[in-house]
């Protein structure tokens, strides 16, 4: 079983950063898939940053420019800077590791609220 543990979120005015953090047990490199996605009230949950096997990333069109994934692969971390936040960042972010037989861990979740 895999256990991420998210951290980092809060509260932030717009225009302001967060970095979130994802640790997880054991190492990263196993992932196909390892990254981001958030859950706004009222809404799916949508995918946010993630890196793909071979390093790739990919990323959502409205954060693009603005948010940067990266990882630390001695620490099993991926971490999430969030910089130009505005409102509509406002969500839960979860932290989301596939294997490649396609199972799907998540983590608990960090909330981060923008202020206008």
């Known amino acids: 079983q895999v256990l991420l543990v998210e951290s980092g979120g809060g509260l932030v005015q717009a225009g302001g950063s967060l970095r979130l953090s994802c640790a997880a047990s054991?190492?990263?490199?196993?992932?196909?898939?390892m990254g981001w996605y958030r859950q706004a009230p009222g809404k799916q949950r949508e995918l946010v940053a993630v890196?793909?096997?071979?390093?790739?990333?990919n990323y959502a069109d409205s954060v693009k420019g603005r948010f940067t994934i990266s990882r630390d692969n001695t620490k099993n971390t991926v971490y999430l800077q969030m910089n130009g936040l505005k409102s509509e960042d406002t969500a839960v972010y979860y932290c989301?590791?596939?294997?490649?037989?396609?199972?799907?861990?998540w983590g608990q979740g960090t909330q981060v609220t923008v202020s206008s």
């Open positions: 890196f793909l096997s071979g390093g790739a990333t």
């Open positions: 054991g190492s990263i490199l196993r992932f196909a898939v």
């Open positions: 989301l590791a596939s294997l490649l037989s396609g199972v799907q861990n």
